[in-house]
C-alpha cells in the first residue's frame, strides 16, 4: 500500500512524516514555497523528541503521479481546496481508488464521493503545525494523534482495517468506526472555537460567545435529527492518549484555523465548521447570529490578510448584544 498525501500541511505532512518514518512507502502532494522546500531538501518534522528531516518522494499535482493499484489517497487540505483537489485528482486516478478525508468538517466526503467510489472518513485529533515552508510540527508526544477511520456514510471494510493497521504503526491510534459520521460530527463541534480564538486571539476559546456558538450548534443538530458524538464520549475516547509538550522549548501557539491567518494564506476553513453551522441553521430554520458573525469575521480578517486577534473579543460580544 503506497499513501499518497495530498496536500502536506500541517496534518498531512506529519502524518506523512510518519508513515515515511515506520517504513511506508508515501509521496507527498504540496504547492508552492512548501513544494519548493520539500523538493529541494525534504520534509523537516520536529516534535517533542527532537527533529528530523526525510526525504520523501514529493509533487506538486496528481498529474505528476503515476498512480499504482495498491495507492489509498490521503486528502489532508483545508476545506476550502477539497473541491479543486478532487478534480484535478480525478482527471488522473480511477474512480475505484480509495481516498480518505482526514480533514475536519463533514463536506470533504459528500465532494470526494461525486467522484470516487470508495471515500472514507477520518477523526482527527491530532495537534500539528504548520508555519514556515518545508517545516511541519507534531505537538503531541510519544501518541502523535487519534485518527479512527470508517467508510463513508457507514461501515468499515478490508481496506479500513489496513489503513487503520498502518496508522496506528507510525505513533498514532486508530480504530475502525461503522459510525464515523458521528464522531466527525462530534469533532466538528469542537472545531467551532478555532475560529473565535483565530478572530479575537489567544485565551477568547471559552466565554459567552463559545457558549452561544454551540448552543446554537446543538440546537441546529437536534432539529436536523444529526446524531453526534457528545462531550462524555468523546473525553472517554480521548483519556490522557494526546499529551502536548513543547518543542525546541516553545508550545504550539493555536488551532489550524488560528495558523492560516499567521500563514496570511488568504483563506481559512470556517466556511466549513461554523459556516457548516449557519447552513444547516437556514436549512431548518434555527437563527444561528453567533456562529454567522464569528463567521464573518474570520472571513474578512483572511481576505484582508490581517493577523490573528485583529478584533477586540469586546466587540464581538457588543454586537451580539451578548455584553
Not at 487503520?164 to 464522531?183: F, G, K, L, N, Q
Not at 488551532?255 to 449557519?278: C, F, H, K, P
Amino acid at each position: 500500500m503506497r499513501f499518497v498525501v495530498y496536500g502536506a500541511g500541517a496534518i498531512g505532512g506529519v502524518l506523512g512524516g510518519r508513515l515515511f518514518e515506520a517504513g511506508h512507502d508515501v509521496v507527498l502532494l504540496a504547492r508552492g514555497a512548501h513544494y519548493d522546500a520539500l523538493e529541494k531538501a525534504g520534509l523537516r518534522l520536529e516534535t517533542p523528541d527532537g527533529a528530523v528531516t526525510l526525504p520523501i518522494p514529493v509533487a506538486p499535482s496528481p498529474a505528476e503521479i503515476r498512480f499504482q493499484d495498491d495507492d489509498v489517497v490521503l486528502l489532508t487540505m483545508k476545506s476550502q481546496d477539497t473541491g479543486p483537489a478532487v478534480s484535478a485528482l480525478a482527471a488522473v486516478a480511477p474512480p475505484n481508488m480509495p481516498v480518505v478525508c482526514v480533514q475536519n468538517g463533514v463536506e470533504n466526503e459528500r465532494t470526494a464521493l461525486r467522484r470516487f467510489e470508495n471515500v472514507y472518513g477520518i477523526c482527527v485529533m491530532s495537534p500539528t503545525t504548520h508555519l514556515a515552508p518545508g517545516v511541519v510540527q507534531a505537538n503531541s508526544a510519544p501518541v502523535t494523534g487519534l485518527l479512527d477511520i470508517g467508510r463513508w456514510p457507514a461501515g468499515t471494510d478490508e481496506v479500513t482495517t489496513s489503513i487503520a493497521d498502518a496508522i496506528r504503526s507510525a505513533t498514532y491510534h486508530s480504530e475502525p468506526r461503522p459510525d464515523i459520521p458521528r464522531w466527525k460530527w462530534g469533532k466538528l463541534i469542537l472545531n467551532l472555537v478555532n475560529a473565535i480564538e483565530a478572530v479575537c486571539g489567544p485565551g477568547t476559546r471559552t466565554g459567552e460567545i463559545a457558549r452561544r456558538i454551540h448552543a446554537e450548534a446543538l440546537t441546529c443538530l437536534e432539529v436536523a435529527g444529526i446524531p453526534y458524538v457528545g462531550q462524555e464520549e468523546d473525553a472517554a475516547r480521548r483519556g490522557d492518549i494526546l499529551r502536548l509538550r513543547p518543542i525546541a522549548g516553545a508550545r504550539r501557539e493555536g488551532s489550524s484555523s488560528w495558523q492560516s491567518l499567521t500563514r496570511s494564506t488568504g483563506a481559512i476553513e470556517t466556511d466549513y465548521l461554523n459556516g457548516e453551522i449557519v447552513l444547516l441553521g437556514r436549512m431548518c430554520g434555527v437563527p444561528t447570529p453567533a456562529n454567522a458573525a464569528i463567521q464573518r469575521w474570520a472571513n474578512e480578517l483572511a481576505v484582508q490578510h490581517l493577523p490573528p486577534g485583529s478584533v477586540d473579543e469586546a466587540q464581538v460580544i457588543a454586537e451580539l448584544g451578548l455584553d
